[in-house]
């Protein structure tokens, strides 16, 4: 992606708030904290459209992002955030669930993963159910910048064995901080804009 301009939307908690105007989909999805609106934010090279919070689990929405007036981006709600509470879990995973369940206009959930600790339950948990509804996923790995080089290659040859026998694209491996990764994320989703 060469040049992209990229505005807010809003943030909906309901299906039925969603943008009627539909155009393709980018959905990105993991635990709270995981560094998923700092990804969106450097794959936009913008600061401050996907809100990042040092705050887990603050942000309860689907944030629509319009990208270069030809697609939206989706912010999907953090999920495994421990001080949540059941009720609000239900609800996260209900609109979750109906979010990607009945959207033709879906055509990827970027699947996000610290690159420390490789998928946690929840996030398995994720990638097998999209997979299950046959949902074209792509793992990221983020974070790589807090890896030293030697620990860089490890995590990536273990990450990449422990999602081997999954239905998954990638995983790739990225850095907010330092743009590691950023380019050939971008390939990967237009890939699935085509
Ligand atoms: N070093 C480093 N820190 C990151 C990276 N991505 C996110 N962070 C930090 O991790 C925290 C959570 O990031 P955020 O994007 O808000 O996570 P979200 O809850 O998944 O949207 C913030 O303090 C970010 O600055 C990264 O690639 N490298
Ligand atoms: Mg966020």
New binding site residues.
Partial sequence: MKRVQAQFVGSFSKIEQIPKRRLPEVAFA??????????INGLLGQKHL?K???T?GK?RQLNYILVNDRFYFVDLP?YGYAKVSQAERERWRRLIERYITDNPYLRLVVS?IDIRHGPMDSDLELIRWLAHLGRDTLVVA?????LKRQQLVLAQRSLTRTLEQLPIHGPLF????TGMGKRELWQNIELFLE
Wanted: proline share 4%; no cysteine.
């Fill in positions: 993991g635990r709270s904290n995981v560094g998923k609106s700092s990804l996907a990042t919070s040092s887990p942000t953090g996000i983020t974070k790589a910048d807090k990225f850095s907010a901080k």
